[in-house]
């Protein structure tokens, strides 16, 4: 599959990145204006609207099984709901390229976790010194945020752009393990409950009916849930059966660059150093931990 790649493989690969590394640019520009429940909550359900269409128009069912929405409702809390709102309280503190870098440790999460879950994806001493190169680059973000005026606000958004990673992995863990439907229905379940569950919260903490919506905030808004949370979800399934999950993998490495030089051009983010260090150490750390095992595992 790798030999004479056609070309769309690689526009899917690009379209994934972009829309997924520019996410942070919107939701750094709305933060101060929407809360971080109501950015979820309406990003989410708009996701879901988009899914269910999609499943409708190819002539699909929903799912009607009562565990696929049992288990669909403890992971979409797991790894929508909370890492969601994590990210958007997180960008009230951090740059929109940091916070694209923290979610580049996804994978790193994911192998770390698939060590002690599972019995054929253990690591090897060579996935350790992956996972070490993916540590020192989240210290490098650490440090530098400790030389800034806002640090410990800035400190805690970090370690909840962590925990939200943190989710994301364990609910793609819990997907692997416990989950046979369709990817496009797993989606649509996660996303649908995830929905019911955050909008009540969003109404109690929140009052959203109260926020002063503009045009760029409803733009930005129907943005995040028709691309990044919708589209993008069925582009996913589509392209790795396509191209396989290997190759499709490499989106991580082009997200935080992506990120980053999104917040340089719109939001006159500052390109320092430390920015493109943690991005090697991770990038250095996702390639290693992927590579073929050829020696034992721990």
Not at 117 to 146: A, P, Q, R
């Amino acid at each position: 599959m790798t030999d004479n790649r056609p070309i769309s493989h690689y526009f899917y690969l690009l379209f994934l990145s972009t829309v997924w590394g520019c996410s942070f640019l919107f939701l750094k520009i709305m933060a101060p204006t929407i809360p971080p429940l109501t950015i979820a909550a309406a990003r989410i359900t708009i996701g879901a609207v988009i899914i269910a269409a999609y499943v409708l128009f190819k002539g699909g069912k929903f799912p009607t099984h009562s565990s696929i929405w049992i288990k669909g409702t403890i992971i979409g809390f797991i790894g929508t709901c909370i890492p969601f709102v994590f990210i958007n309280w997180s960008m009230n503190y951090i740059n929109s390229g940091v916070g694209a870098i923290c979610m580049s440790i996804i994978p790193l999460s994911v192998f770390v976790m698939a060590h002690f879950t599972t019995h054929d994806e253990k690591m090897s001493w060579t996935g350790l010194v992956g996972i070490v190169s993916g540590v020192c680059g989240i210290l490098v973000l650490f440090y530098d945020n400790l030389s800034a005026d806002n640090s410990t606000l800035g400190t805690l958004a970090l370690i909840a752009m962590l925990l939200a990673a943190f989710g994301y992995a364990l609910a793609n863990i819990l997907i692997r393990r416990y989950v046979k439907t369709e990817p496009i229905n797993t989606s649509l379940v996660i996303l649908t409950t995830s929905s019911i569950i955050t909008w009540p919260i969003a109404f109690i903490f929140e009052s959203p009916l109260e926020v002063n919506y503009g045009t760029f905030e409803i733009l930005s808004l129907i943005y995040l849930g028709v691309l990044p949370t919708g589209i993008a979800t069925m582009v996913l399934v589509i392209f790795t059966q396509k191209a396989g999950s290997t190759f499709v993998s490499y989106n991580t490495y082009l997200i935080p660059i992506v990120g980053v030089l999104a917040g340089f051009i719109f939001l006159d983010e500052a390109l320092k150093e430390t920015t493109f260090l943690s991005i090697f150490f991770i990038a250095i750390g996702i390639y290693i931990s992927q590579r073929p095992k050829k020696n034992a595992s721990l």
